[in-house]
């Protein structure tokens, strides 16, 4: 089992950046896949990012050369680094943990969530 626990989330201008951190629990957390989720008032959880046991990332559409996701498996973390944000990345974000390699850019696939960071970006 793992516990997440986001961090880094705040208020920042259009254009600026922001690091998010989760953090993990228990000593599995190698041999999970991890992504961070978004979500917006009215609005379904969107993906933002994947990163894969073997490294391996990929992005949603909205946020592909903007973010990076990484992880570091000694720390027991995993972040995701927002650039040139806009205020249409205004949203709570998730991290999330799995092991699903199907339909990998939604929730289902993924057992554990953190409770989420708030971001606002003001225009």
């Known amino acids: 089992q793992v516990q997440l626990v986001e961090s880094g989330g705040g208020l920042m201008q259009a254009g600026g950046s922001l690091r998010l951190s989760c953090a993990a629990s228990g000593r599995t957390f190698g041999s999970y896949h991890i992504a961070w989720f978004r979500q917006a008032p009215g609005q379904d959880r969107e993906f933002v990012a994947r990163i894969n046991l073997s490294g391996y990332t990929y992005y949603g559409d909205s946020v592909k050369g903007r973010f990076t996701i990484s992880r570091d498996n000694i720390q027991r973390t995993a972040s995701l680094q927002m650039n040139s944000l806009k205020p249409e990345d205004t949203a709570i974000y998730y991290c999330?943990?799995?092991?699903?390699?199907?339909?990998?850019?939604?929730?289902?696939?993924?057992?554990?969530w953190g409770q989420g960071t708030q971001v606002t970006v003001s225009s």
């Open positions: 999330a943990a799995g092991r699903s390699i199907i339909a990998t850019m939604t929730a289902q696939a993924y057992d554990y």
